[in-house]
């Protein structure tokens, strides 16, 4: 069984990036695509069996404006951590004709319902929320680039999740990415990144590898992971916050 992250571009003109991990972790294939052909090509060796692909992008969008109730709910255990999500509507173009991420899925053969006991899934996730949990955070890391970030922040930013994601190997449900030779070659890339643009092409690659352990994740422990709102109008899948980081 193979778990893949996409770390998918919302309306297709920015790359994606493209994360595989076997059933025992080892990271597999990591990568960068940019159109529709080429994100099904480089999944398509990992989705023929027993898969889940886990979408950092929306899945199911009905409502007409504002956000959908899954971003509200997750906003509220998240925004205090720098950790909210985008809204998501039909009212933006990219979903005005169905979300890409719902079209990838039916192009694979599949089942999109977060809850289905179905051998090949999609899930949607958001590794923001995801990093909080897994690696502590008391704020999200800032290695998107925005302005006001220099290089220097952002390329500092990106070792930290670069290194979180390494330390999962020694956790109770361990990713292995320091064997695979691509992942080397991106942490020499971010390493020695004099530009933006150089961080930006690491920064899809490695926030996909956060959404394939979501899917392993969520995989091996269902009871630790929160689906914020429902199949019916759109969800998000991510580790739960534990309790004494609720501030309820």
């Known amino acids: 069984m193979y778990f893949a992250g996409v770390d998918l571009a919302w309306a297709g003109r920015n790359p994606t990036g493209v994360a595989a991990v076997d059933a025992d972790g080892h990271l597999v294939h990591i990568g960068a695509a940019r159109d529709d052909a080429t994100v099904l090509a480089a999944l398509s060796p990992y989705v023929r069996g027993s898969c889940v692909v886990a979408f950092d992008a929306p899945l199911v969008v009905t409502n007409p ?74 704020r999200t890391l800032k290695y998107k680039a925005k302005p006001g970030r220099g290089v220097e922040q952002l390329q500092s930013e990106l070792l930290v999740l670069m290194d979180g994601i390494e330390r999962l190997a020694h956790t109770a449900v361990p990713l292995h990415v320091t064997g695979h030779d691509d992942w080397g070659r991106l942490r020499t890339c971010v390493t020695t990144a004099r530009r933006k643009s150089e961080l930006r092409r690491a920064e899809d690659p490695i926030d996909a590898v956060v959404c394939a352990y979501v899917a392993l994740y969520a995989q091996r422990c269902p009871a630790d992971v929160t689906i914020y709102g429902d199949f019916a109008t759109g969800y998000i899948v991510t580790p739960s916050l534990p309790a004494d980081r609720t501030g309820r």
């Open 65 to 138: 404006t504002g956000q959908r109730p899954a971003e509200a709910a997750l906003n509220r255990d998240f925004r205090r951590f720098e950790a909210g999500a985008h809204p998501a509507n039909t009212g933006k173009p990219e979903f005005a004709h169905g979300p890409r991420a719902a079209r990838l899925a039916h192009a694979l053969g599949l089942d999109t319902d977060p809850r289905s006991p179905a051998a090949r899934r999609a899930i949607e996730v958001y590794p923001h929320p995801a990093t909080v949990v897994l690696f502590r955070l008391a």
